[in-house]
C-alpha cells in the first residue's frame, strides 16, 4: 500500500469566475487540452452494481439556480470499497473510478452525474454508514468550497442508523440531505443559504 503525503493547505481564494478554464476546459470550448474534461465519465461497459442517474441544481440564498457552478463528488464502489490507495478492506472495482466531476449547463443550472449506487461504508468507530455520496460545491464568490452529502430515499433504515446524519441537531433539516427518486435517478437539489439551506459539513 502506497503511504499517503499531507502537505500543508494552501490559502483559499474565490474559485470563480475562472474555475470551468482549468477544471473543465472541454466544457467552455477551450478543446484540445484534454481528450475529455477530468472526471467527466465515472463507468464504463464493465462497471459492476446499480448504474443510477443523480441530477439537480446549485440554488443561491434568493432560490435562483447557480449558473457557473461545478461540483465534484466521491463516493464508494457498489461494494462499499473506495478507489483510494488508503483502501485496506479490499480491491474496489478497477471499472469505476469513485469520483466526478461536472459543471451545472449554462442555461439551466442543472448537473448530472452518471454512476453507480453505492454500498455501506464503516465509520471511524467501525459503525456501519448508509449509502451515500458526498458532494463538493464551489462557484463564484465561494471562498471555501463546500461539503455535503446525498443520501438515498429508500434506505430508510440505513438512514435512521447512520453516525453522521445522527449527529445533525436540528432533526428539521435531515430532509435536505435525502434525494428524491424516481427509477434510477436521484434528484439532489443544494441550496446555498434560505429556508431550505442544505446541511454543509466542516471537514
Not at 31 to 48: H, P, S, W
Not at 108 to 137: L, M, Y
Request: aromatic share 10%; proline share 7%.
Amino acid at each position: 500500500m502506497t503511504k499517503l503525503e499531507y502537505l500543508k493547505e494552501s490559502p483559499s481564494q474565490t474559485a470563480g469566475p475562472y474555475v470551468h478554464i482549468g477544471c473543465t476546459p472541454n466544457f467552455i470550448g477551450n478543446m484540445g487540452i484534454f481528450k475529455e474534461d477530468l472526471g467527466a465519465r465515472m463507468v464504463n461497459e464493465q462497471t459492476n452494481g446499480q448504474r443510477i442517474t443523480i441530477k439537480g441544481r446549485v440554488f443561491d440564498g434568493t432560490g435562483t439556480p447557480l449558473k457557473d457552478a461545478m461540483l465534484e463528488i466521491w463516493q464508494a464502489d457498489s461494494e462499499g470499497l473506495f478507489n483510494s490507495p488508503s483502501e485496506t478492506r479490499g480491491d474496489a472495482d478497477p471499472n469505476f473510478t469513485g469520483w466526478g466531476r461536472q459543471p451545472v449547463n449554462l442555461e439551466t443550472g442543472e448537473f448530472c452525474f452518471e454512476t453507480v449506487k453505492p454500498g455501506s461504508v464503516p465509520f471511524p468507530d467501525g459503525r456501519v454508514q448508509a449509502p451515500h455520496i458526498n458532494f463538493w460545491i464551489v462557484a463564484r464568490g465561494i471562498n471555501i468550497g463546500l461539503n455535503t452529502r446525498m443520501y438515498f430515499p429508500e434506505e430508510e433504515e440505513a438512514n435512521a442508523a447512520d453516525p453522521v446524519l445522527g449527529r445533525i441537531e436540528h432533526r428539521v433539516r435531515v430532509p435536505t440531505l435525502i434525494a428524491k427518486q424516481s427509477g434510477d435517478t436521484y434528484t439532489f437539489d443544494i441550496y446555498i443559504q434560505g429556508e431550505n439551506e442544505t446541511v454543509f459539513f466542516d471537514i
